[in-house]
């Protein structure tokens, strides 16, 4: 089993700054990738961005350019650095992570509010 714990969620105004972190635990073998997905009320969850193992990364076109995702493999933990954050970002953020047996854990979420 692997757990995922989240944390930097908050409130924030537009064009301010967050940062998430996610942290997993437990049986956490080979290559694996993480990231983060948000659902919106309303809304399909969606992927914000990834990262594999070995550090090649993936974001939303909505996303690009305002937010920056890294990983620490020691520390299993991976974070999402974003910026220029706008009202349309509000969402709750999950984290995740596929393992290489393609199994995939899911965090409890964290909000993000975003005020204009």
């Known amino acids: 089993q692997v757990q995922l714990v989240e944390s930097g969620g908050g409130l924030v105004q537009a064009g301010g700054s967050l940062r998430l972190s996610c942290a997993a635990s437990?049986?956490?073998?080979?290559?694996?990738?993480m990231g983060w997905y948000r659902q919106a009320p309303g809304k399909l969850r969606e992927l914000v961005a990834g990262?594999?193992?070995?550090?090649?990364?993936n974001y939303a076109d909505s996303v690009k350019g305002r937010f920056t995702i890294s990983r620490h493999n020691a520390k299993n933990t991976v974070y999402l650095q974003m910026n220029s954050l706008e009202p349309e970002d509000t969402a709750v953020y999950y984290c995740?992570?596929?393992?290489?047996?393609?199994?995939?854990?899911w965090g409890q979420g964290t909000q993000v509010t975003v005020s204009s």
């Open positions: 995740y992570l596929t393992t290489a047996w393609k199994t995939d854990y």
């Open positions: 437990g049986s956490i073998f080979g290559s694996n990738a």
């Open positions: 990262i594999g193992s070995g550090g090649i990364t």
